[in-house]
């Protein structure tokens, strides 16, 4: 299983950008599928995630400007966010849980992307 996370870059606080998170191999539509990040010196942290039954859970700081999406057909994952500001400056990356039960923890996913940097510029 290999995940390829894209569509990072530099944005200015305000803006919006749309991740993606390409997957070859097998992921099954049942399996559930994280965004997270990871910020300089920091520990990466929960962002956005999806199960298989399509229930979502968002991180608190990003709650409201952010959308997490998935098309099963093409085994891409979508995090749509709006209304960035300097503080989610990152790499971001995606995941995969070998379940479909939602997770928020790091460790209970198996597979990872590369990441893809967003930086917001105030």
């Known amino acids: 299983v290999q995940l390829q996370a894209s569509g990072g870059g530099l944005v200015q606080a305000g803006d919006s950008l749309r991740l993606s998170c390409a997957a070859s191999?097998?992921?099954?539509?049942?399996?559930?599928m994280g965004w997270f990040r990871q910020a300089p010196g920091k520990e990466r942290e929960f962002v956005a995630a999806i199960s298989g039954t399509g229930y979502t859970n968002y991180a608190n700081s990003v709650k409201g400007r952010t959308t997490i999406s998935r098309d099963n057909a093409k085994n891409t994952v979508y995090l749509q966010m709006d209304n960035l500001k300097p503080e989610d400056t990152a790499v971001y990356y995606c995941?995969?849980?070998?379940?479909?039960?939602?997770?928020?923890?790091?460790?209970?996913?198996?597979?990872w992307g590369q990441g893809t940097l967003v930086t917001v510029s105030s």
């Open positions: 995941a995969s849980r070998m379940y479909s039960t939602f997770s928020k923890t790091v460790n209970d996913y198996n597979y």
């Open positions: 191999g097998r992921i099954l539509s049942g399996y559930t």
